[in-house]
């Protein structure tokens, strides 16, 4: 099996700024939702973690998985998506004409970096060999996998999975701490 999931809230994410790469940790609501996480995924077989290295994200791993002996790998493959000179912007949405929008609203038109942003091309390809090279031979020997990652970056993991145009980039809406059974 393959499990998604990710990282619990941030002091960011409370403000609505984009954090992109930017290493933001949990804030308490966020420990609390990976503790409650922990307690509502106890009974789910894994064998390995594959997680993001940023803060966020490992802090999520390392309480959702405390005392289950499960290995957490973190793999700079797993960091967010980059949002260039937006990382960091508050509300983008109550400024209609902020160019780093249509990556949510319309990412079908996110065709080129804005900003210095990441491409999808350059996510696509990252998430796309991380999944070749290392998930699929995992999930080849039976093995029961559980990555920890971030919107931007685990929706583009979605979508090769399932095999979704960019246009539903955002359509699973993955939602903080929750599990989602892949494959």
């Not at 700024?17 to 503790?35: V, Y």
């Not at 405390?66 to 790998?73: E, L």
């Not at 937006?86 to 109550?94: A, D, H, L, T, V």
């Not at 999808?120 to 090279?133: A, M, P, Q």
């Given at each position: 099996?393959?499990?998604?999931?990710?990282?619990g809230k941030t002091e960011?994410?409370?403000?609505?700024?984009?954090?992109?790469?930017?290493?933001?940790?949990?804030?308490?609501?966020?420990?609390?939702?990976?503790?409650?996480?922990?307690?509502?995924y106890k009974g789910i077989?894994?064998?390995?973690?594959?997680?993001?290295?940023?803060?966020?994200?490992?802090?999520?791993?390392?309480?959702?998985?405390?005392?289950?002996?499960?290995?957490?790998?973190?793999?700079?493959?797993?960091?967010?998506?980059?949002?260039?000179?937006?990382?960091?912007?508050?509300?983008?949405?109550?400024?209609?004409?902020?160019?780093?929008?249509v990556l949510f609203q319309?990412?079908?038109?996110?065709?080129?970096?804005?900003?210095?942003?990441?491409?999808?091309?350059?996510?696509?390809?990252?998430?796309?060999?991380?999944?070749?090279?290392?998930?699929?031979?995992?999930?080849?020997?039976?093995?029961?996998?559980?990555?920890?990652?971030?919107?931007?970056?685990?929706?583009?993991?979605?979508?090769?999975?399932?095999?979704?145009?960019?246009?539903?980039?955002?359509?699973?809406?993955?939602?903080?701490?929750?599990?989602?059974?892949?494959?």
């Amino acid at each position: 099996m393959l499990y998604i999931t990710r990282h619990g809230k941030t002091e960011w994410n409370e403000a609505h700024k984009l954090q992109g790469r930017t290493d933001i940790p949990l804030n308490n609501e966020g420990r609390k939702m990976a503790e409650q996480a922990r307690a509502e995924y106890k009974g789910i077989h894994l064998d390995i973690c594959y997680c993001s290295p940023l803060i966020r994200a490992k802090e999520t791993a390392e309480i959702m998985l405390k005392n289950r002996n499960i290995p957490i790998i973190y793999d700079d493959r797993l960091i967010e998506m980059s949002f260039g000179e937006y990382e960091g912007i508050e509300n983008s949405f109550q400024n209609p004409k902020c160019p780093i929008n249509v990556l949510f609203q319309a990412p079908e038109k996110y065709i080129s970096s804005i900003g210095g942003a990441e491409t999808f091309e350059e996510l696509f390809k990252r998430t796309g060999e991380f999944i070749e090279k290392t998930i699929v031979p995992q999930l080849k020997q039976g093995k029961d996998v559980l990555i920890v990652g971030h919107g931007a970056m685990n929706s583009s993991i979605v979508c090769q999975i399932k095999g979704l145009p960019i246009s539903q980039f955002w359509s699973y809406g993955i939602e903080q701490c929750k599990l989602i059974q892949l494959l």
